[in-house]
């Protein structure tokens, strides 16, 4: 059983790289930021309902383009949905993926659209793994009585 | 629910987006603000909260009688935009006072142009940061 020094190191460190490697951007620190006594699990609260939202729109994005006359206007207004809740939680990856996505819906490119909902899906996937092990490293030095170090 | 605030001098705040993570985060940042906040998700329920129902019955109060002081608004919505939903607060005596923020993840400047000139305080770009709607906040009291 790890230390609370060693865990909140641990912490710290997986942070920094999800912010490195471009998993995470600034947003996700202002969410962070945004967490305080009255509202202690904030951070979680938002993300549960990211990967909720997110996953019926995964849903929703492969039943559209499966459709023998494709609505491009709808796939678009899925991935619109996706990107904004992305951006607003700092998923920078998975928006990124989605600026993509939205141009071949304007050129009506199935085959790039379909190639996108793969990766859109790929970086989803990620994202959300990254963010349980953060939230799980946060519960462990939580439960073994340390604090959340505060991150710049 | 603030208890230490008395009604009067914490500004009420309509907040209207249909992305159900953005209205959280908005009613958060408000309130982090000092805002009182009610949140609608799309432009007929904010138009509903607001007492204005679809052809010109208006009340001076909305359903359960707290004046709003500001509108915050998404700008891409299904159904009425918030371009849509500005216009109909402008053209209403009761209510065309009442400043109205849109927010929109686009940086369109023919966009901010329409809007601007459609009467709305501000346009504002998401994700929305602290600073910014402490600054608005800020706006309202002076």
């Known amino acids: 059983m790890a230390s609370v020094p060693q865990l909140q190191r641990q912490f710290i460190e997986y942070t920094t790289s999800l912010h490195n490697e471009g998993y995470l951007d600034d947003q996700f620190s202002q969410l962070q930021k945004l967490q305080d006594e009255s509202n202690p699990d904030f951070v979680v609260e938002v993300v549960s309902l990211y990967f909720e ?100 | 629910m603030s208890a230490e605030y008395h009604e009067e001098d914490v500004p009420h705040v309509l ?54 002081n500001m509108i915050i608004t998404d700008y891409c919505m299904p159904g009425m935009t918030g371009y849509e939903l500005l216009q109909k607060i402008k053209e209403s005596s009761v209510l065309k006072d009442v400043p109205v923020v849109i927010m929109s993840s686009e940086n369109v400047e023919t966009r901010m142009n329409e809007c601007l000139e459609m009467g709305a305080q501000t346009f504002m770009l998401k994700p929305l940061k602290l600073a910014d709607v402490k600054k608005l906040r800020h706006q309202l009291t002076t």
């Open chain 1, 53 to 152: 939202d997110s996953e019926k729109l995964l849903n929703n994005l492969a039943t559209a383009l499966q459709q023998k006359s494709v609505d491009y206007k709808q796939v678009d207004s899925h991935v619109h949905q996706f990107k904004g809740s992305s951006s607003s939680i700092g998923a920078q990856r998975v928006a990124s993926v989605c600026v993509h996505f939205r141009n071949f819906c304007e050129e009506k490119n199935l085959e790039g659209c379909l190639r996108c909902l793969q990766q859109v899906k790929q970086e989803y996937i990620l994202v959300r793994n990254k963010l349980e092990a953060l939230f799980g490293l946060e519960q462990q030095i939580l439960q073994a009585g340390g604090s959340i170090p505060m991150m710049e």
């Open chain 2, 15 to 68: 907040a209207v987006d249909d992305n159900i993570i953005d209205r959280k985060l908005v009613e958060k940042l408000l309130k982090t603000s000092s805002c009182r906040v009610t949140t609608a998700e799309n432009g007929m329920r904010a138009l509903e909260y607001l007492g204005l129902r679809e052809n010109h019955q208006q009340n001076h109060c909305n359903n359960n009688g707290s004046k709003v």
